[in-house]
């Protein structure tokens, strides 16, 4: 073993089995082969396996799981160790096994020891060693947690500060008011900040200045406003956040106060915004489904489906899973044939693969397998996944499992899910251990290209 390929193998799931696989082998009583392959390199086994160990007691032998990867000098191993040590509350130990990373400048070792300190009474030392890397979002994120713990909140804040005051202009055109902040989420560290110290009116202030007013489907200020029961400005904001993620949170907290009516009335007059029912149909039918009224959820996605434009893949997907969970496959099935009308009767994979499973509900997987094997793509390597998908929930594994043996070289997890659900272990070990070729990026010569990947 050597850290480059552990870490490699880890990253990209190739080579290896995954760790939802391991799970599966536990789950099916495969203890003994996760043993077994733990010893010759398979990381996620070695993980599950010293974590079963530590859970019944034998310490000592979870640790020597551990000992062959620690010694190639791989965090994530490290890690693990780390994890470990603190449950049983050898806390120090904990700390000396990750010092070295952290200060060697491994940026998520740094942050795991940071956190490792203050959770034990050490946040001034954790505020110390982070406060040089204020740059960065990943540790500022880091240092902001853990300043409140320290007595350091106003430290944190002037250092964001001057992190705001030196943002530059983002490039040299003129008419472009974009800024280039580091780190770039200082911004709302620093109303974090101004939030726990009760300035309430000072970190919406600050959140009223950010150019990127969500993150991963989240809007900050909005989750501020629905906290401090500031439910009036809420309203305002959802009207005027764009991305619908401030209304969707305004709907969460009338769902959450037995409003149900007013979340429900709160997306519909959004959806009725130009272009707003796009960012706001599938919450509105998961409220519906929530609420018992899959009618009425089915409804919203058809209408947004049937607008000009509106036969995206995700929308008409939501609905036909709507149908499916409803009840209603057939009700899913004609509204495929009449997009499949509108398109001079062609339908992409894409449209033809969630007919898959609405055909199996009404009784025609045979069907269904004999028209995807005849559509034009359906020789690929995804449409054998979707297909082997399909076989596998109708309780059809070997079919499934001989579905993805047309293409050897693509689908080796799903593959090999379906050879352990068969009791073929060792045929799935050998085709998740199948070597990859790594992928070498060629030096760029300075024209663009026009061949994917662009």
Request: a negative charge; aromatic letters at 6%; hydrophobic letters at 45%.
């Amino acid at each position: 073993m050597d850290a480059a390929d552990l870490d490699y193998r880890a990253r990209t799931l190739t080579g290896c089995i995954p760790p939802l696989l391991v799970a599966r082998l536990l789950e099916l009583g495969h203890e003994r082969e996760v043993e077994f392959q733990a010893g010759r390199g398979e990381w996620f086994c070695a993980l599950e396996r010293a974590r079963l160990l530590g859970h019944r007691g034998r310490r000592e032998q979870a640790l020597e799981v551990l000992a062959p990867y620690i010694a190639t000098n791989w965090w994530p191993a490290a890690r693990a160790r780390a994890e470990l040590l603190e449950g049983w509350g050898r806390v120090e130990e904990a700390i000396a096994l990750s010092r070295p990373y952290a200060e060697a400048g491994d940026r998520l070792a740094l942050v795991f020891f940071a956190r490792l300190l203050a959770r034990h009474g050490r946040s001034g030392e954790a505020f110390m060693l982070l406060r040089a890397g204020i740059q960065d979002g990943f540790l500022a994120e880091c240092l902001v947690d853990v300043a409140e713990a320290a007595g350091l909140d106003e430290e944190a804040a002037t250092l964001l500060e001057a992190r705001v005051e030196a943002a530059v202009p983002a490039c040299n055109d003129p008419d472009c008011n974009n800024l280039r902040m580091e780190p770039s989420n200082a911004v709302g560290l620093l109303a974090t900040i101004r939030e726990r110290q009760g300035r309430i009116e000072e970190a919406i202030a600050l959140l009223h200045t950010r150019e990127a007013t969500s993150v991963n489907g989240r809007d900050q200020l909005a989750d501020l406003l629905a906290r401090h029961d500031r439910i009036t400005e809420l309203r305002a904001y959802a009207a005027s956040e764009h991305h619908g993620h401030a209304v969707q949170r305004l709907a969460e907290v009338l769902e959450e106060r037995g409003d149900v009516e007013g979340a429900i009335a709160a997306y519909r007059t959004f959806g009725a915004t130009p272009d707003g029912m796009w960012h706001v149909a599938v919450p509105l039918s998961e409220l519906l489904v929530r609420q018992g009224r899959g009618d009425e959820a089915i409804e919203v996605m058809r209408a947004l489906a049937e607008r000009p434009g509106g036969a995206e893949d995700w929308i008409v997907h939501t609905l036909c899973t709507l149908y499916a969970d409803h009840g209603r496959p057939r009700d899913g099935l004609a509204h495929l044939d009449a997009l499949k009308a509108r398109s001079g009767g062609k339908e992409e994979w894409e449209f033809f693969r969630m007919r898959l499973p609405l055909m199996a509900d009404c009784g025609l997987l045979d069907e269904a397998i004999e028209q995807a094997r005849a559509h034009p793509e359906g020789d690929t390597w995804y449409a054998a996944w979707a297909l082997s998908d399909v076989l596998a929930e109708a309780g059809r594994t070997e079919d499934a499992a001989a579905v993805l043996e047309q293409h050897p070289t693509s689908n080796g997890s799903r593959r090999a899910e379906r050879l352990i659900d068969l009791g073929r272990i060792e045929d799935a070990v050998r085709v998740l251990q199948q070597p990859r070729t790594k992928p070498t990026t060629p030096a760029w010569d300075g024209p663009y290209s026009t061949e994917p990947p662009f």
